[in-house]
């Protein structure tokens, strides 16, 4: 399989770390890494318009195949002329396989067996099954320009042997998700690196996916609640064993430095619901770190949010007045919050990008992370 959908070109490598400027072509669009995606779980990114994110500078988002499964239904949304039409985005949009989400739904590690996962709906608890290929079929039916295999996320902790049956299993479902892909013409499909925190077992898993034609893959068994420390150690010996001319996504990870720290190590893709989700309590991220905004402090404060940012919040509107919304819990506010955190990681990415065309990355980590209050190793 050479005449992938979805294809990486690597621009350049930054000149003293593992960074690298690339972009991705998809049927629908091009996007340029390294590059943050919005999370939009249930067809939407919460409280975001398509129109403004295409303002926020966000060249994909994320959506789920285990929620949209669940509801509304993917053959509804297939009916609806796939998940592009449905929520009126034309860019590109990656699925998740539901791998995570089940895990967290698994009420017995029993269910997990060879054939698939067995688990309880979060919505009315009624009994669902989940399998490579129903993973794959769900996605075929959402029409989503990157997709995921369908694998086990072990929490980081665990034993080795539990880890080591759990990467094999991974590898098995990988190429069940492959030979029942049905859509190589216009959906990528990304392996899904698993391994915990065990390097021979990350190199086992990444030498079964690598050696089976996926379109990217995906690293992932991270931000599981290991440490920053522990996450990049994993990231240092991770990547180098992907092929270059691949993209490399790294799941769940948002935190400014995680996102800094992943680029310098090789990862193009990333993305978290952080952003959306801690905006929507007034935390909000700026270049001199995090404003929790309802502080009492911001109650007078008539200032921008982030000088630095010249987003539609931080241009219009004070910190005593984005206070004001969040205590009062107006809607706009949510609105407010969300659209500039958002816009801060997908504009971290491109002030990464320029800093890999001028090959200072570590100078400009050094600055970002001394100035947001990050006390660096
Ligand atoms: N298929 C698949 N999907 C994943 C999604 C993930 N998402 C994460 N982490 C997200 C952690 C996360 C969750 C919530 C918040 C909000 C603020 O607390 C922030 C981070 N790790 C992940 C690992 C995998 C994985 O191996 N396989
Ligand atoms: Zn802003």
Redesign the pocket.
């Known amino acids: 399989m050479t005449n992938h959908a979805i294809k990486y070109r690597l621009i350049k490598k930054e000149k003293h770390t593992g960074a690298r400027l690339g972009e991705i072509i998809t049927p629908h669009g091009t996007f340029p890494t390294p590059m943050f995606m919005p999370v939009g779980t249930q067809a939407t990114v919460k409280t975001q318009s398509p129109e403004e994110l295409k303002e926020i500078g966000s060249g994909i988002i994320l959506s789920n195949t285990y929620h949209l499964w669940n509801r509304p239904g993917d053959e509804l949304i297939a009916q609806a002329g796939g998940l592009h039409k449905f929520m009126n985005w034309d860019q590109p949009i990656l699925t ?6 089940v895990y967290s739904l698994v009420e017995n590690k029993k269910n997990i067996t060879e054939e698939g996962v067995k688990f309880k709906s979060h919505l009315d608890g009624r009994a669902l099954f989940m399998s490579p290929e129903t993973s794959i079929g769900i996605q075929n039916n959402l029409g989503s320009d990157i997709m ?4 086990e ?1 072990p929490q980081f902790y665990q034993p080795y042997d539990y880890v080591k049956n759990s990467i094999e299993r991974t590898s098995r479902w990988a190429e069940r998700g492959l030979r029942a892909h049905q859509r190589w013409h216009d959906q990528g499909l990304f392996g ?1 690196v ?1 391994g915990a925190g065990f390097k021979d077992l990350r190199e086992q898993s990444a030498r079964d996916l690598t050696s089976m034609d996926f379109s990217g893959y ?1 690293i ?5 609640g290991e440490s920053h420390k522990e996450m990049n150690a994993v990231l240092d010996y991770t990547t180098v064993l992907l092929p270059e001319d691949k993209p490399r996504y790294l ?4 935190a400014p430095d995680s996102l800094i720290d992943g680029v310098i190590r090789g990862v193009d893709m990333f ?4 952003p959306t ?2 905006a929507r309590n007034g935390t909000l991220m700026t270049h001199f770190g995090r404003v929790n905004i309802k502080n009492a402090k911001y109650e007078y404060d008539f200032t921008t949010l982030d000088p630095m940012c010249d987003c539609y919040t931080c241009k219009n509107y004070t910190r005593a007045y984005l206070r004001h919304l969040i205590k009062a819990d107006e809607t706009f506010g949510l609105r407010l919050c969300s659209y500039h955190n958002l816009y801060f990681l997908v504009h971290l990415m491109m002030e990464v990008r320029q800093a890999i065309i001028n090959d200072n990355l570590l100078e400009f980590r050094e600055a970002f992370c001394e100035r947001y209050g990050y006390n660096l190793p």
């Open positions: 998740d396989s539901g791998g995570f989400q995921m295999s369908f694998d996320c899904i698993q995906s992932g068994g991270l931000a599981v799941m769940g990870v948002g993305d978290c619901v952080l989700r801690i």
